[in-house]
């Protein structure tokens, strides 16, 4: 989230999640509160609703299978690379086909 505000300064923000408790702590929901942005959680046992689900196998089995990463910054550097990766592939048959045999559990 802390990403997301530096990326789109002076703007509200609104983040979707599901009901993972640590996505409702106190220091979650006080941060939000004083920098603008509004938290909207999905209801409970309802995670297909998050879009972002969709994501994590894929996401899990390229970045994070078998991989040890030396720290935090080391993992979330990956992660935004990836992503970055997925958005100018979105639309290739190759990767789309191969992505679709990846179990999604």
């Known amino acids: 989230m802390q990403y997301l505000r530096r990326r789109y300064q002076g703007e509200?923000?609104?983040?979707?999640s599901d009901n993972f408790t640590p996505h409702?702590?106190?220091?979650?929901?006080k941060w939000a509160k004083e920098n603008n942005v509004v938290l909207v959680y999905t209801p409970t046992y309802a995670s297909w609703l998050n879009r972002i689900e969709c994501h994590f196998g894929p996401l899990r089995h390229f970045v994070l299978k078998n991989v040890n990463y030396q720290d935090h910054e080391e993992l979330a550097s990956v992660v935004r690379k990836y992503i970055r990766w997925r958005n100018?592939?979105?639309n290739n048959?190759?990767?789309?086909?191969e992505q679709n045999k990846?179990?999604?559990a």
Not at 24 to 29: D, E, I, N, P, W
């Open 102 to 104: 990846i179990k999604v």
């Open 24 to 29: 409702k702590h106190k220091k979650v929901t």
């Open 93 to 97: 048959d190759k990767i789309l086909k």
């Open 88 to 90: 100018k592939n979105a």
């Open 12 to 16: 509200k923000l609104y983040i979707i």
